[in-house]
């Protein structure tokens, strides 16, 4: 069992910068690669970004490329987005995910472990 906790959501305004933490307890955190999610209001949740387990593969979706950076520290247990560049398209809730399935990286139903969330609001 993995319990993931976020942190760091909150308001801000277009063209500012966030960063997300997420604190992993319990099973062995660099067992698992991890990714970000996001979910907007009336909409489906969608891949936002993926790091191996070691760190030295990350991937982004479109939307977020070049803005956003997934990083982690294992010997921290911790997974970070660093979100810059905000968009109001990008407020959503954000949530990390341990990845326990083999599969695609950006299909959320290979994800066993999920945080509850964190708000990320970009006003415009």
């Known amino acids: 069992q993995v319990q993931l906790v976020e942190s760091g959501g909150g308001l801000v305004q277009a063209g500012g910068s966030l960063r997300l933490s997420c604190v992993a307890s319990g099973r062995t955190f660099s067992s698992y690669a991890m990714g970000w999610f996001r979910q907007a209001p009336g909409k489906e949740r969608e891949f936002v970004a993926y790091?191996?387990?070691?760190?030295?593969?990350?991937l982004y979706a479109d939307s977020v490329k070049g803005r956003f950076t997934i990083s982690r520290g294992n010997g921290k247990n911790t997974v970070y987005l660093q979100m810059n560049s905000l968009k109001p398209e990008d407020t959503a809730v954000y949530h990390c995910?341990?990845?326990?399935?083999?599969?695609?990286?950006?299909?959320?139903?290979?994800?066993?472990?999920w945080g509850q969330g964190t708000q990320v609001t970009v006003s415009s």
């Open positions: 995910a341990a990845k326990d399935y083999s599969g695609s990286y950006y299909a959320p139903t290979n994800y066993k472990y």
């Open positions: 790091i191996s387990l070691s760190g030295g593969v990350t």
